[in-house]
T-cell receptor, first 112, second 116 residues
């Protein structure tokens, strides 16, 4: 499986944008990029996914580099509730129920 | 609409014992996956059930087994418990038929297992 590399931790101020990077230099042409986050004492929750084009949804935006070797999850205005561990995951299949291979993720801390 | 539910929330066992964890998927979901999350690490995939069959399996020994029932709920069984089995066990459900959430897995809050 292709691997992802994320910083262990990042800090942000409340109400400021946050850019969470992910490197995936060995990504294959059929790998989708998924992001999940895990709030304290909860199971992970889906955030967003994409293949080649940038994606937006109500939670976040996903910016994918032209060569697809890196991507950035963008939280437009961080809130205290966004403090969580964010996981960048490559999945070669687009579809429900596919095995997710989690790495260590990035722990995001949000300061008031 | 109830999300994914898991029981029990916490469990303490001793080495060598056996444990059964339970999961009820989100309404309308037919696929259940199990993950093990050790403290400070990301979740690791154990296996997945669809149509009462194990469809995918991660790198876990045969001591880990599961079952899916006709109502799509699932059980995870672990035999001959080791200290290293202490972890948060997460259940995730999904649906191959729901186009709007086709790419999402919905996770429960987990069962915290402590092996002494």
């Amino acid at each position: 499986d292709a691997k992802t590399t994320q910083p262990n931790s990042m800090e942000s101020n409340e109400e400021e944008p946050v850019h969470l990077p992910c490197n995936h230099s060995t990504i294959s042409g059929t790998d989708y990029i998924h992001w999940y986050r895990q709030l304290p004492s909860q199971g992970p929750e889906y955030v967003i996914h994409g293949l080649t084009s940038n994606v937006n949804n109500r939670m976040a935006s996903l910016a994918i580099a032209e060569d697809r070797k890196s991507s950035t999850l963008i939280l437009h205005r961080a809130t205290l509730r966004d403090a969580a561990v964010y996981y960048c995951i490559l999945n070669y299949l687009l579809g429900a129920g596919n095995m997710l291979t989690f790495g260590g993720g990035t722990r995001l801390m949000v300061k008031p | 609409d109830a999300g994914v539910t898991q029981s029990p929330t916490h469990l303490i066992k001793t080495r060598g014992q056996q444990v059964t964890l339970r999961c009820s998927p989100k309404s309308g979901h037919d696929t259940v996956s199990w993950y093990q999350q050790a403290l400070g690490q990301g979740p690791q995939f154990i296996f997945q059930y669809y149509e009462e069959e194990e469809r995918q399996r991660g790198n876990f020994p045969d001591r880990f087994s599961g079952h899916q029932f006709p109502n799509y709920s699932s059980e995870l069984n672990v035999n001959a418990l080791l200290l290293g089995d202490s972890a948060l066990y997460l259940c995730a459900s999904s649906s191959a038929l729901d186009i709007s959430t086709y790419n999402e897995q919905f996770f429960g809050p987990g069962t915290r297992l402590t092996v002494l």
